[in-house]
């Protein structure tokens, strides 16, 4: 049974930082990952979808990588701003069956 | 173009109630999902719909949840009757697959609070 960790739980960081945020999923056979945000009351928006034959996508200031034999991504945000503050959530699909399985997220905040 | 649209935000029931959330996808997403995301957890998929077919129900508590897509466009979930366990952000997200890629879109969800 696939399963996603995300580490840390939570992280406060001085605004301006780089930060790299980590995913785990136990089985490697993965279809796609994805990287979510997620702001307090409100639903999820896309950030970056990697496809299984992909190493890395970015878009702005984020970039997210892909390791599948070690099941393991990274989400990496350079000069971080207080406007990024959120919960980031990783999504894994094990097939393109359309499922996908969540990690509990990381709950991010930057400090001004 | 529009986002998922979900109602109500929230809505809070007592146990025992019936309740019922509506979602209208993006306009041509033919697959729709509704996920249920307890607090500090990720969201779980409930459903899974293509166009008006159920195609994946087999976390939807069968007994007291049940859900429709008529004319594969808006969606029901229902819940008869509510547990105080059911008190969760219950969202809807909807996919156009484009070719070997797709990306769901969520709606802001309906917060259920059973007291």
């Known amino acids: 049974k696939q399963e996603v960790t995300q580490i840390p739980a939570a992280l406060s960081v001085p605004e301006g930082e780089n930060l790299v945020l980590n995913c785990s999923f136990t089985?490697?056979?993965?279809?796609?990952l994805q990287w979510f945000r997620q702001d307090p009351g409100k639903g999820l928006t896309s950030l970056l979808l990697?496809?299984?034959?992909?190493r890395e996508q970015t878009s702005g200031r984020l970039n997210a990588s892909l390791d599948k034999s070690s099941g393991r991504s990274t989400l990496y945000i350079a000069a971080s701003q207080p406007g990024d503050s959120a919960t980031y959530l990783c999504?894994?699909?094990?097939?393109?069956?359309?499922?996908?399985?969540f990690g509990k997220g990381t709950r991010l905040h930057i400090l001004p | 173009e529009a986002g998922v649209v979900q109602s109500p935000r929230y809505k809070i029931i007592e146990k025992k109630q019936p309740v019922a959330f509506w979602c209208n996808p993006i306009?041509?997403?033919?697959?729709l999902y509704w996920y249920r995301q307890n607090l500090g957890q990720g969201p779980e998929l409930l459903i899974r719909?293509?166009?008006?077919?159920?195609?994946?129900d087999s976390q939807l508590p069968k007994d007291r949840f049940s859900a429709e897509r008529l004319k594969g466009v808006d969606s029901t979930l229902k819940i008869q009757p509510a547990e105080l366990g059911d008190s969760a952000v219950y969202l809807c997200?909807?996919?156009?697959?484009?070719?070997?890629?797709?990306?769901?879109?969520f709606g802001p969800g309906t917060r259920l609070t059973v007291t």
């Open positions: 999504a894994v699909s094990p097939n393109r069956d359309d499922k996908i399985i």
């Open positions: 306009s041509g997403h033919n697959t």
């Open positions: 089985d490697s056979a993965i279809y796609n």
């Open positions: 719909y293509e166009n008006e077919e159920a195609v994946d």
């Open positions: 990697i496809q299984s034959s992909q």
């Open positions: 997200a909807s996919s156009q697959t484009r070719g070997f890629t797709y990306e769901q879109y």
